[in-house]
């Protein structure tokens, strides 16, 4: 069955950074366009980053030159590479697979000092 599999959550400091992992089965990882998302509490779900099959990236203006996405179609993974770490990052992140819609369980990450 389709699994998707996130960690590397955590808790940081403001200005720091961390490095998500979503590992994906169950579907042709190299075939689908991966994203990750985020939601903080009372707020509705963020779309952050977007990688295509073919390794193209587009990015949300909060995150743009702060995070970076990633993907090793070797081993089922994509990432997302935080940096620059604000307060105002904190919640849970997501990753998700397109086409099927595929969404994994999430990953808090809490920055504070």
């Known amino acids: 069955q389709v699994q998707l599999v996130e960690s590397g959550g955590g808790l940081v400091q403001p200005g720091g950074s961390l490095r998500l992992s979503c590992a994906a089965s169950?579907?042709?990882?190299?075939?689908?366009?991966m994203s990750w998302y985020r939601q903080a509490p009372g707020k509705e779900r963020e779309f952050l980053a977007i990688?295509?099959?073919?390794?193209?990236?587009y990015y949300a203006d909060s995150v743009k030159g702060r995070f970076t996405i990633s993907r090793d179609n070797a081993k089922n993974t994509v990432y997302l590479q935080m940096s620059s770490l604000k307060p105002e990052d904190t919640a849970v992140y997501c990753c998700?697979?397109?086409?099927?819609?595929?969404w994994g369980q999430g990953t808090q990450v809490t920055v504070s000092s």
């Open positions: 990688i295509s099959s073919g390794g193209t990236t």
């Open positions: 998700h697979a397109n086409p099927g819609d595929y």
């Open positions: 169950g579907f042709t990882f190299s075939s689908y366009a």
